[in-house]
């Protein structure tokens, strides 16, 4: 059984705050209202219990997580071996894609998340504590992506201009989730490549 919390109105007069922390477990909060008057705070929650998730639903929530997160990794991965290997070999062009700069963010967010409902489903959810961290570091991953992406982009050209290559502007391939990009040591080079593909 999964527990619903429904808050409404009710003087609270010990003029405490009372904590309220929503457990991993928890699907949402109904209604909130949080009205304070003489410092007393009105609170009451109503616990409504209804039926858990099936066992089905869970453990395909679980292969989505880790599935994303293997393939964030992946993308990181194989971009930057590429970038490395066209630098250490002098090649003369090659492609990047620049949206793989998302996957180090990606990775520790989708892996917060991969624990948190693999922990749920083998019995053992996260205490209090746990569901915090695990929150925090899903939230770092979402700002590691953003700046990855922003930060990590200009480092890349910089990189790359640094080490002589230039990018073939006519031959960016652009999308709402991609950013292909092509270098070339040389601007004939890029109008090779574009007479190719033309």
Request: net charge neutral; proline share 3%.
């Amino acid at each position: 059984m999964i527990t619903f919390i429904q808050i409404e109105k009710l003087r609270y007069f010990d003029g405490a705050r009372p904590s309220f922390k929503t457990q991993w477990q928890l699907y949402f909060i109904r209604r909130l209202f949080w009205i304070s008057t003489n410092n007393n705070t009105v609170l009451r929650a109503n616990i409504v219990e209804t039926e858990a998730p099936s066992k089905p639903l869970i453990v395909s929530t679980f292969i989505v997580f880790v599935s994303f997160t293997i393939i964030s990794a992946y993308l990181l991965i194989s971009e930057m071996n590429g970038l490395i290997t066209a630098l250490t070999e002098n090649l003369s062009h090659f492609e990047f894609e620049k949206f793989s700069l998302l996957g180090l963010g990606g990775f520790i967010g989708l892996s917060s998340f991969s624990i948190a409902t693999g922990a749920y489903l083998i019995g053992k959810p996260l205490n209090d504590k746990g569901q915090a961290i695990a929150l925090k570091i899903a939230l770092a991953g979402i700002i590691i992506m953003i700046a990855g992406r922003i930060v990590g982009g200009y480092i890349v050209d910089y990189v790359l201009t640094s080490n002589g290559y230039q990018e073939c502007q006519e031959l960016i391939h652009m999308g709402p989730r991609h950013r292909l990009e092509t270098w070339a040591t040389d601007v004939t080079i890029c109008e090779k490549l574009k007479s190719e593909t033309e």
